[in-house]
Each structure stands twice: as structure tokens, then as C-alpha cells.
Nanobody, 121 residues
Framework: VQLQASGGGLVQAGGFLRLSCVAS????????MGWFRQAPGKERELVAA????????NYADSVKGRFTVSRDNAKNTVYLQMSSLKLEDTAVYYC???????????????WGQGTQVTVSS
């Protein structure tokens, strides 16, 4: 699976962004999808994960109620809607395909290239 993430950018605190990740190469609907982020000097962490059908999701506590993950299997795309953004959300965001709803990065087999999200005050 090849993954292409987009939608990052510079946004003020309290604002919103929507990230997209388009998959190609294998059957997208066979995979659970995850969004991870990595800030400078920190480990990569799970932000949100979604099952192959989209019926189940999993969020990091730090983003619950602010971020929403969704997918459109007809378009081979997974989304991350981010609202009420905080300074601490600044990071490179990666989409990944692998074990459904997994929180560990090593359980994902395929990774996108990352898209930078910068939240300013």
C-alpha cells in the first residue's frame, strides 16, 4: 500500500484542519488505518485509529472530543478532522495502514510521508 498524506499547514490555536490520506496499490478496505504524530524530540504517538469498516475508532486521550477520524473506502481515503487545535498539537502527522485499532506504531505495515501541522498562538 502506498499512502499519500496531505492537508497540513499553519493554523492559529483554536482553529481547525482536515488531513487526508489517499491509499493505492492494495485493497484499502482490508486495513485498519491510523494517524500518528511526532513532535521534535518526542516519540511517534498514535492520534487516532479506525477499523477497516470505519465502525470502530480509537483516540489518544489528548485529542478526544477535538479530533475525528473517518474513512471513505470508495475513495481509498482516510481523514483526520482536527478542531480546537492547541500549540501542543504541532507535529508531523503520518497516516499508516496495518492492524485495526492498534496503538503501537510497529503494528502498522505501511506509512505515508507525513504532513506538517503547526499551531501558532
Amino acid at each position: 500500500v502506498q499512502l499519500q498524506a496531505s492537508g497540513g499547514g499553519l493554523v492559529q490555536a483554536g482553529g481547525f484542519l482536515r488531513l487526508s490520506c489517499v491509499a493505492s496499490g492494495r485493497t484499502f478496505s482490508n486495513y485498519g488505518m491510523g494517524w500518528f504524530r511526532q513532535a521534535p524530540g518526542k516519540e511517534r504517538e498514535l492520534v487516532a485509529a479506525i477499523s477497516w469498516s470505519g465502525g470502530s475508532t480509537n483516540y489518544a486521550d489528548s485529542v478526544k472530543g477535538r479530533f475525528t477520524v473517518s474513512r471513505d473506502n470508495a475513495k481509498n481515503t482516510v481523514y483526520l478532522q482536527m478542531s480546537s487545535l492547541k500549540l501542543e498539537d504541532t507535529a508531523v502527522y503520518y497516516c499508516a495502514a496495518g492492524t485495526a485499532l492498534a496503538s503501537l506504531a510497529r503494528l502498522y505495515d505501511y506509512w505515508g510521508q507525513g504532513t506538517q501541522v503547526t499551531v501558532s498562538s
